[in-house]
């Protein structure tokens, strides 16, 4: 849930909110590539009306959009990260993600998630760390 919290963050306006258009955007940032449906369902449990969302809306939207998500789509988002194929993501495939993505982040926030990411210092983050990540 922290990392959900965080790329809240990065998307949020003055006010703590994320437009409602944009959801999609935190969504893939974080690996999750949901359908209309799973967006509608986002949005219905969240009680999100436009023009935004809080952070609160925002989570638990996202808890439904995980409970909807399997291992293996797990392990498809993962792959989108790990460009390489070296079983982690480092912090430059991070930083390619969050710029397709349109996350314009500077060098410490890449620092921030890497080291929240990888709190064992190891240069990266294996499948089993991005979904404990997830999960919260």
Do not use: Y
């Not at 999609?24 to 509608?40: A, H, K, Y």
């Not at 449990?45 to 797990?74: H, W, Y």
């Amino acid at each position: 849930i922290a990392q959900w919290k965080h790329a809240f963050a990065l998307m949020a306006d003055s006010k703590g909110r994320v437009a409602t258009s944009n959801a999609w955007l935190v969504l893939r940032s974080l690996g999750f590539n949901p359908d209309q449906n799973e967006m509608t369902q986002f949005e219905r449990v969240a009680c999100v009306t436009p023009p935004a969302m809080s952070e609160t809306q925002f989570i638990d939207g996202m808890k439904v959009i995980f409970e909807n998500t399997s291992d293996r789509q797990l392990s498809k988002a993962f792959d989108a990260f790990d460009k390489d194929g070296s079983g982690t993501i480092d912090k430059e495939e991070l930083r390619e993600l969050m710029k397709h993505l349109g996350l314009s982040l500077d060098e410490e926030e890449i620092d921030e998630m890497m080291q929240v990411a990888d709190d064992r210092g190891r240069g990266g983050i294996n499948f089993s760390k991005f979904k404990a990540l997830l999960i919260g």
